[in-house]
């Protein structure tokens, strides 16, 4: 889990501004290099502005020139690469990520996009997608957060009963380890009835009896990661829905910062990869997929 070079994607805004904070912690606990970089998308400003080529031979100011002035100030105090492209802002993100090496990208989502999506931004949805390194992201981050909270101290590391969990088991204890973190595994057990509600209740005996042997199940296997990863955490299985049972964990848990792996899995122990964009827009923290 090694972050040598972060790359800060920023829109300007107030929700960008919020983040900043969480980017000094990360740059400072892991002393790396940052970028931080804007994607001017003419295709945003094509039916409020002049075209580029008559501005600049007009002298009216290009987004391009409003942008690398603007971008003078992000993270101020801070040496970093600045950068300012033109083109599609998850296309140019995953490019820079992708030619220079980039170990992890931070940026919140704010839903804004062509059909202001609630879920999750369109640009963090596509780029959650297609980037391969590690990404930080936060939902609905109002308010500017101060340093104190901007520095991990609780993490809840959500996983899945699949092999690929011990690597993300490692990662986190790696986190927690540079933050001098408390640390918790947990895992959620889906619905367990495939006939649902017309036919039998998920409190009924049988339901319950089901309930108990797959959660039984998770424990066993998350005990033989645990071994496998060289690691001995307190762990949290619980039954129910992914996303919020896995947010209230974080709630009572009073993490601020939720681990996650990569992936797509559809089985139900192997649960928490195929909600990633609901856990993302539920969490109360923000989220570090590894």
């Given at each position: 889990?090694?972050?040598?070079?972060?790359?800060?994607?920023?829109?300007?805004?107030n929700?960008?501004?919020?983040?900043?904070?969480?980017?000094?912690?990360?740059?400072?606990?892991?002393?790396?290099?940052?970028?931080?970089?804007?994607?001017?998308?003419?295709?945003?400003?094509?039916?409020?502005?002049?075209?580029?080529?008559?501005?600049?031979?007009?002298?009216?100011?290009?987004?391009?020139?409003?942008?690398?002035?603007?971008?003078?100030?992000?993270?101020?105090?801070?040496?970093?690469?600045?950068?300012?492209?033109?083109?599609?802002?998850?296309?140019?993100?995953?490019?820079?990520?992708?030619?220079n090496?980039?170990?992890?990208?931070?940026?919140?989502?704010?839903?804004?996009?062509?059909?202001?999506?609630?879920l999750?931004?369109?640009?963090?949805?596509?780029?959650?997608?297609?980037?391969?390194?590690?990404v930080?992201?936060?939902?609905?981050?109002e308010?500017?957060?101060?340093?104190?909270?901007?520095?991990?101290?609780?993490?809840?590391?959500?996983?899945?009963?699949?092999?690929?969990?011990?690597?993300?088991?490692?990662?986190?204890?790696?986190?927690?380890?540079?933050?001098?973190?408390?640390?918790?595994?947990?895992?959620?057990?889906?619905?367990?009835?495939?006939?649902?509600?017309?036919?039998?209740?998920?409190?009924?005996?049988?339901?319950?009896?089901?309930?108990?042997?797959?959660v039984?199940?998770?424990?066993?296997?998350?005990?033989?990661?645990?071994?496998?990863?060289?690691?001995?955490l307190?762990?949290?299985?619980?039954?129910?829905?992914?996303?919020?049972?896995?947010?209230?964990?974080?709630?009572?848990?009073?993490?601020?910062?939720?681990?996650?792996?990569?992936?797509?899995?559809?089985?139900?122990?192997?649960?928490?990869?195929?909600?990633?964009?609901?856990?993302?827009?539920?969490?109360?923290?923000?989220?570090?997929?590894?």
């Open positions: 889990m090694e972050i040598r070079h972060i790359l800060f994607p920023t829109d300007f805004s929700l960008a501004l919020a983040a900043e904070d969480y980017v000094r912690v990360f740059a400072r606990s892991f002393e790396a290099r940052v970028s931080i970089l804007h994607a001017v998308d003419y295709p945003l400003y094509r039916y409020d502005l002049p075209p580029a080529s008559f501005m600049e031979t007009t002298g009216i100011d290009t987004p391009e020139k409003h942008a690398r002035e603007t971008i003078e100030n992000v993270l101020p105090g801070l040496v970093a690469e600045r950068v300012v492209q033109v083109g599609d802002p998850a296309r140019v993100i995953k490019e820079f990520a992708e030619t090496s980039v170990d992890l990208i931070m940026m919140p989502t704010h839903g804004y996009g062509l059909f202001r999506r609630a999750i931004g369109s640009v963090t949805a596509k780029t959650l997608h297609d980037v391969q390194c590690n930080w992201t936060m939902a609905h981050m308010t500017h957060p101060r340093v104190a909270d901007a520095t991990p101290s609780r993490m809840v590391c959500a996983i899945d009963i699949a092999p690929e969990s011990v690597e993300v088991i490692r990662s986190a204890a790696q986190v927690a380890g540079r933050f001098g973190a408390k640390l918790w595994l947990a895992h959620v057990v889906g619905h367990v009835m495939s006939v649902r509600d017309e036919y039998l209740d998920d409190r009924s005996p049988l339901a319950l009896d089901l309930q108990k042997h797959y039984d199940f998770a424990r066993g296997k998350i005990a033989n990661f645990q071994r496998e990863a060289g690691t001995n307190e762990v949290c299985v619980d039954f129910g829905a992914v996303s919020a049972v896995l947010a209230e964990m974080a709630r009572k848990l009073h993490a601020n910062l939720m681990i996650t792996g990569r992936g797509v899995s559809e089985n139900l122990l192997g649960s928490v990869r195929s909600h990633g964009y609901p856990i993302i827009q539920e969490s109360p923290c923000p989220i570090l997929r590894v």
